[in-house]
């Protein structure tokens, strides 16, 4: 579903305005947007990965450590970073060849 309150969800006007115009509804469960899903700890690891509001939704650290996640979970083999990741370009347009360029880098 689609947050009532979208202010300051959404930075991009035509974006937002978008979502303004789409109907109102509550989300459905996981167990109908994904049938092939049975697992009850699968279809709770999506539900808490796909929340709209950012601030609400699971972090990585907190998805890793789910119980869906239980035989690949290794606390010793999973580096948390010192800060989050800073998107800061400089003002900086990339072309899709530069960014490309440095995916791989």
């Known amino acids: 579903g689609i947050p009532d309150d979208l202010d300051g969800l959404i930075s991009n006007d035509l974006s ?40 609400e939704r699971a972090s990585a650290a907190e998805l890793l450590t789910h119980p869906y996640l239980r035989r690949l979970h290794d606390p010793d083999d999973e ?17 899709e060849a530069e960014l490309r360029r440095a995916f791989w880098e």
């Open 16 to 55: 937002l305005e978008y979502l303004k115009t789409l109907p109102r509804s509550k989300g459905k469960p996981m167990s109908e947007l994904v049938p092939t899903l049975t697992s009850e700890e699968g279809q709770d690891f999506l539900s808490r990965m796909l929340v709209f509001n950012p601030a």
């Open 79 to 95: 580096p948390v970073p010192p800060a989050p990741f800073d998107w800061d370009d400089d003002g900086h347009t990339y072309t």
